[in-house]
């Protein structure tokens, strides 16, 4: 199994910035692409960035290219997520997830192709 912890989440103003952290313990040596995901209130979770475990590959969705940046440091087994120029509708709990199966980019936007995720971490943007 993979364990994965989320942190760096908090309250920002609009045109703010997080970085958020995934640190994976367990067999990491499975881990082929990490994920990131959100959930806002009464929505359901929706695909923000990914990534291969080696750090290449970056893939984002839409609503965040431009913004955001994720980046792998293997030597930390640790994911980032940088967010730059935040908005509200930005505001969601953030979930990390790691995938051992090998497929095509766009088989990483959903949430079914992941096997474990983080417990999540919350990011407010304030208008």
């Known amino acids: 199994q993979v364990q994965l912890v989320e942190s760096g989440g908090g309250l920002v103003q609009a045109g703010g910035s997080l970085r958020l952290s995934c640190t994976a313990s367990g067999r990491t040596f499975s881990i082929y692409v990490m994920g990131w995901f959100r959930q806002a209130p009464g929505k359901e979770r929706e695909f923000v960035a990914a990534i291969t475990w080696s750090g290449s590959n970056p893939y984002y969705a839409d609503s965040v290219k431009g913004r955001f940046t994720i980046s792998s440091d293997n030597a930390n087994n640790t994911v980032y997520l940088q967010m730059n120029s935040l908005k509200p509708e930005d505001t969601a709990v953030y979930f990390c997830?790691?995938?051992?199966?090998?497929?095509?980019?766009?088989?990483?936007?959903?949430?079914?192709?992941?096997?474990?995720w983080g417990q999540g971490t919350q990011v407010t943007v304030s208008s």
């Open positions: 997830a790691t995938t051992s199966l090998r497929s095509g980019t766009y088989y990483y936007t959903a949430v079914g192709a992941y096997d474990y």
